[in-house]
């Protein structure tokens, strides 16, 4: 049983958590589909990127396709989620927790933030290279996967191998993201626009109920 980690990365996130993401993903990853943005414009063309992710690991052959972004890591060593995942479960969905600080480890629960809440597909059985995929046309926010995916017979990740989310954890990256969604603002649907509004907002945040397994660090380059 082999699995995926299907990432996009931009310049810019290459700088931050993914040296030491990659690090940790090998501890329960067998390959790496890593598609690298080096001018930094799949912001707002998302979609292209991501057909192309995906096809680059669904020709890893690998048995899971877990997706995950250039600033996530599962609160603890997933692998045995898969390995005794049933043969008739084709997804498995996991819990997010928006960091809002990694020392200590505090997660935003308020408003717009919910995502530890609910839970989100984000790794599907590789469906092989006959599987036809269908995206969306929106260039922001359009999905990890093909909308004709068959996700009907997913499993629920316990919450102990719930998804770190490292985007907003440090104060500087909160407001380049910011800003960075405010120049695609005629991308964005009202609901997309207050979510992005609110990442200046006054936060409450939450102590993480559970230690982090893995030791993730934030590069110090400037470059």
């Known amino acids: ?35 690298y943005d080096e001018e930094d414009d ?44 049933p043969n008739d479960i084709t ?12 020392n200590p480890y505090v997660y935003r629960s308020d408003g717009y933030w919910q995502a530890h809440q609910v839970v989100r597909v984000w790794a599907v059985r590789n469906p092989g290279p006959e599987f036809q995929p269908e995206w969306p046309t929106a260039g922001i926010h359009c999905g990890h996967f093909p909308s004709n995916l068959n996700t009907e017979r997913t499993l629920t990740a316990p919450q102990e191998f719930s998804l770190l989310h490292y985007a907003y954890a440090d104060e500087a990256d909160r407001i380049a993201k910011y800003k960075q969604y ?23 945040v939450v102590p993480l109920p559970f230690e982090p397994e893995y030791d993730i660090n934030k590069c110090q380059s400037t470059s």
């Open 42 to 85: 799949m912001w707002g063309s998302e979609v292209e990127w991501r057909s192309e992710l995906w096809l680059a690991a669904v020709d890893s052959e690998a048995d899971w396709i877990f997706v995950l972004d250039a600033d996530m890591i599962p609160l603890s060593n997933p692998r045995s989620l898969f390995e005794d995942a």
């Open 91 to 102: 997804a498995i969905a996991f819990r997010l927790y928006d960091l809002w600080g990694t």
């Open 1 to 35: 049983m082999n699995i995926t980690v299907a990432c996009l990365a931009s310049r810019r996130e290459d700088e931050r958590y993914l040296p030491s993401l990659r690090e940790a993903w090998a501890d329960f990853a067998d390959l790496e589909a890593v598609l």
């Open 182 to 204: 405010l120049n695609q603002m005629e991308q964005l649907d009202q609901f997309q626009l207050q979510h992005a509004l609110s990442i200046v907002q006054p936060a409450k």
